[in-house]
């Protein structure tokens, strides 16, 4: 009994493969060989045995720029208008009723003026002189006397004379005397006597003269 393996099929090689690997081959044999005579795998060397240096470069970081100032506050004082003021209250006009219209004519009466009373001009003021006082008797103006006293000194020293005196009398009181003349020892005496005179009453001031004697008797 004949047995049959199970093998994969065989494929023949592709030639034309084969062929395209040798030339690559020869050829970089050709170019290494090349180099090797014209010195350019030596100096292919030397570059390759230099150092390599390597250099860090840095990333520089660039700060930011600073943030801009704020803007300033520009406040505007907003003037007032004349669109802000409010509008004035409404008004109605009021209610006229029509003139009643008339066809008769309007007579129109002129009153006179009356006739002006002549001025009468007021009297001329007669300027009158201040009322003094009245001159009078003086028994007439003061019926009840009292007789001055003799001084005690007039006495002593034998003095004797006649005094002169002037009464004012207002409303019936003798209000002042004034000595006129005469020895001055009788003067006390005199007007201390004048001044208990019982006078009349009057309207007005009265002015009496007297005289008095002073005798010493032996």
């Known amino acids: 009994?004949?047995?049959?393996?199970?093998?994969?099929?065989?494929?023949?090689?592709?030639?034309?493969?084969?062929?395209?690997?040798?030339?690559?081959?020869?050829?970089?044999?050709?170019?290494?060989?090349?180099?090797?005579?014209?010195?350019?795998?030596?100096?292919a060397l030397e570059l390759v045995k230099k150092p390599l240096q390597a250099v860090l470069v840095e990333d520089i970081i660039i700060p930011p720029p600073p943030p801009p100032p704020p803007p300033?506050?520009?406040?505007?004082?907003?003037?007032?208008?004349?669109?802000?003021?409010?509008?004035?209250?409404?008004?109605?006009?009021?209610?006229?009723?029509p003139a009643a219209t008339s066809t008769a004519p309007a007579i129109t009466a002129v009153a006179t003026p009356p006739a002006?009373?002549?001025?009468?001009?007021?009297?001329?003021v007669v300027a009158t002189a201040p009322a003094g006082p009245v001159h009078t008797d003086i028994k007439v103006a003061c019926p009840t006397q009292v007789a001055p006293e003799m001084p005690r000194k007039a006495l002593q020293d034998g003095t004797q004379g006649v005094v002169k005196a002037q009464a004012l009398i207002r409303n019936g009181?003798?209000?002042?005397?004034?000595i006129l003349s005469g020895p001055k020892v009788f003067h006390q005496a005199?007007?201390?006597?004048?001044?208990?005179?019982?006078?009349?009453?009057?309207?007005?001031d009265v002015l009496a003269t007297q005289e008095f004697s002073f005798k010493v008797e032996e």
């Open 1 to 43: 009994m004949n047995t049959i393996g199970l093998h994969p099929q065989y494929k023949p090689r592709d030639s034309a493969r084969s062929y395209k690997g040798i030339a690559v081959v020869v050829v970089l044999h050709l170019l290494l060989g090349y180099a090797l005579v014209t010195g350019t795998a030596r100096t």
């Open 72 to 97: 300033k506050e520009i406040v505007k004082t907003q003037q007032p208008t004349k669109s802000d003021a409010p509008p004035p209250p409404f008004v109605p006009p009021p209610d006229v009723a």
């Open 116 to 124: 002006a009373a002549p001025a009468i001009a007021p009297p001329p």
């Open 173 to 178: 009181v003798v209000v002042e005397v004034s």
């Open 190 to 204: 005199v007007r201390a006597a004048m001044l208990q005179y019982k006078c009349q009453s009057g309207g007005s």
